[in-house]
């Protein structure tokens, strides 16, 4: 198990930028990380990840506002979010230990969650 502690959630207004960033307890290798979000009265969806090798995957509605990025030597993971929307408002969650990119049930370690809020 790895803990993951999720940071750089807040309000901002809608074309505002924010970074989040997911610290974890420790390094994990060969495995998959992502973001995923979920709003009130909606389901979870993936945002972005990061598989083993490096290459990145991006929801499609993502690729060009969102861009994922890791920092191997201190374990953490970040999210830079710009032109946001409030229809980007959510809780944003780090995962690790998946098993397929952007696929939530495959992931076994999961933050507590940022939450973010974009007014119009």
């Known amino acids: 198990q790895v803990q993951l502690v999720e940071s750089g959630g807040g309000s901002v207004q809608a074309g505002g930028s924010l970074r989040l960033a997911c610290t974890a307890s420790r390094t994990i290798r060969g495995t998959y990380w992502a973001w995923f979000r979920q709003a009130p009265g909606k389901e979870r969806e993936a945002v972005a990840c990061i598989k083993p090798r490096g290459n990145i995957g991006y929801a499609d509605s993502e690729t060009a506002r969102f861009t994922i990025s890791q920092d191997k030597s201190k374990n953490i993971l970040y999210l830079q979010m710009n032109n946001l929307q409030p229809e980007d408002s959510a809780m944003y969650y780090c995962?690790?230990?998946?098993?397929?990119?952007?696929?939530?049930?495959?992931?076994?370690?999961w933050g507590q969650g940022t939450q973010v809020t974009v007014s119009s």
């Open positions: 995962a690790a230990g998946g098993t397929a990119c952007l696929s939530g049930h495959t992931y076994m370690n």
